[in-house]
């Protein structure tokens, strides 16, 4: 008799412990809360990541439409020359501004290599760097040449966009020991012995400067 109830006994001990081993409905809820948390962090740490490489790629992409016009403006102004044999050549700066803005724009001459026919640098061609307006009302910085070389230098050849995220573009003569806004060699066949740029890209509320000067060879 004593033996069949300390049997009896044991099995409702084991069977009392198997039910404790078991998880509770909390304790799951708990554990697929936890499971979320941590999946979330992950999650947000991914984004974040994509984000920071996708804006790390675009700003790259800013600086590097800022640094070509820069290199490509200095190249032509640098071998700017007023042709004195045929008397074609010629320099005209216009200052111009737009909501307080300088929108400027430069016509010359130059001994520069083309940027659609590979012509040689040796060979004179006109170059000019104005703005469009589209229909929207934004400004496009555009850089024409032409390798036709006539009166006035200030139209004619084919243009190409370079960006429409200019905020300001100044461009300053130097002359009499100061610098000035405009110039026109129709008004008399000098050019200034350096120039001035500055331009200043707009990316959102980010701004981004690029300046050269450069000194006239020819």
């Known amino acids: 008799m004593t033996q069949r109830a300390s049997f009896a006994k044991g099995q409702n001990t084991r069977a009392g412990g198997t039910g404790n081993a078991g998880f509770t409905l909390i304790e799951i809820l708990i554990a697929v809360l936890i499971v979320g948390i941590i ?3 992950i999650f947000t740490v991914l984004t974040s990541g994509v984000s920071a490489s996708k804006d790390a790629t675009h700003k790259m992409e800013v600086e590097r439409i800022g640094r070509y016009f820069i290199q490509r403006i200095t190249t032509d102004l640098t071998c700017l020359t007023l042709l004195p044999i045929s008397k074609s050549g010629g320099l005209v700066g216009k200052h111009t501004l737009v909501n307080g803005k300088s929108r ?3 016509h010359f001459t130059s001994f520069t290599e083309s940027y659609f026919t590979g012509r040689p640098t040796f060979d004179q061609a006109e170059v000019g760097y104005f703005f469009i307006t589209l229909e929207g009302g934004k400004d496009v910085l555009m850089r024409r040449e ?4 006539e009166k006035p230098v200030t139209q004619g050849g084919v243009a190409y966009a370079i960006t429409d995220m200019v905020d300001d573009l100044s461009i300053k003569y130097f002359s009499g020991g100061e610098w000035i806004n405009s110039w026109d060699t129709t008004a008399g066949p000098a050019l200034p012995p350096v120039i001035s740029v500055q331009l200043t890209l707009l990316d ?3 701004k981004y400067l690029f300046t050269t000067i450069v000194k006239i060879m020819i």
């Open 39 to 41: 999946f979330s962090f």
């Open 204 to 206: 959102g509320s980010r």
């Open 104 to 106: 400027d724009e430069i």
């Open 146 to 149: 032409s390798d036709i070389v």
